[in-house]
């Protein structure tokens, strides 16, 4: 199944650890990639979306514990250079800040590049909860944000969100499996504004949908030109 960005060209799955001599570099570990919590909703609609990865429309986007092991090729080596060994040690980002699978952030993103569009695979685990038995609304926020973000980081580069707006429409069981579909609705200089909707796997259900505006920081090329797609 092809990947993106592609795991031999860009050095992400390249990262040293602390312990590991620099010229030693080690495979991090890709979290988005199916455990035993996933539940048969979330395996299927997994698999789903592999399969349209075939013909290349959708690829999967692998997922690491640091934001630093998502930055492609060179600019990569670059930003090591510019992080102590510690600070790197220390952050996690955090949708991927438990150890323990399945009671936190469960979720594999797939993009589009055509549609610039990602979707995001969500399963609230029960350390999310907020209302009993309900995903609470920031982590709901949260992976809207991280899905939103990493969809205007594929258009622009590097991005902050600069205003997230969200409207709660039905709360989302902890356990069940939502798809957080966003895309890039327009592009005016460094402003991204993105769009988003949260539903139920059958489509039936709106949990939540949200516009967003992303600002790009600075005039690196961004994924998407690097891909050369557009
Ligand atoms: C292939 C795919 C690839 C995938 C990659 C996958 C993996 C990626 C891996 C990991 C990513 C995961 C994704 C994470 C997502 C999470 C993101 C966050 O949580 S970000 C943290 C929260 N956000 C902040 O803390 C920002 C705080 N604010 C700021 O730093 C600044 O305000 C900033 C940078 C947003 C803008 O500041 P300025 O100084 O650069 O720019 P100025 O001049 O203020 O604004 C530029 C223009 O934007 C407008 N603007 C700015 N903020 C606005 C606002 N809130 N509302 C409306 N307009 C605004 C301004 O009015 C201005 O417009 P005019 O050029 O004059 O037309």
């Known amino acids: 199944v092809e990947e993106f960005p592609p795991s031999g060209s860009n050095g992400v799955t390249l990262r040293c650890r602390s312990r590991v001599k620099s010229s030693c570099p080690i495979q991090s570990k890709d979290y988005a990639l199916p455990n035993s919590s996933w539940s048969q909703g979330m395996m299927d609609l997994y698999s789903r979306f592999l399969e349209m990865c075939k013909d290349g429309t959708w690829k999967r986007i692998p997922s690491y514990s640091n934001s630093v092991d998502h930055i492609p090729g060179k600019a990569f080596w670059e930003s090591l250079k510019l992080m102590s060994e510690k600070e790197r040690k220390d952050t996690r980002l955090f949708p991927r800040n438990m150890d323990t699978e399945g009671v936190g952030f469960e979720y594999a993103m797939f993009l ?119």
């Open 112 to 230: 589009n590049p055509s549609e610039k569009r990602m979707v995001c695979l969500f399963q609230p685990g029960p350390y999310l909860e907020g209302p009993s038995g309900f995903a609470h609304g920031g982590s709901t926020a949260t992976i809207i944000d991280s899905t939103i973000g990493s969809c205007a980081t594929f258009v622009a580069g590097r991005v902050m969100t600069a205003n997230l707006s969200i409207n709660y429409r039905n709360p989302i069981p902890l356990g069940s499996v939502v798809l957080v579909d966003s895309k890039v609705d327009q592009v005016e200089g460094r402003k991204v504004f993105l769009s988003c909707h949260v539903r139920s796997i059958d489509g039936q259900t709106l949990h939540a949908e949200a516009t967003a505006l992303f600002i790009r920081l600075d005039s690196t090329k961004s994924l998407q030109q690097q891909m050369s797609c557009q």
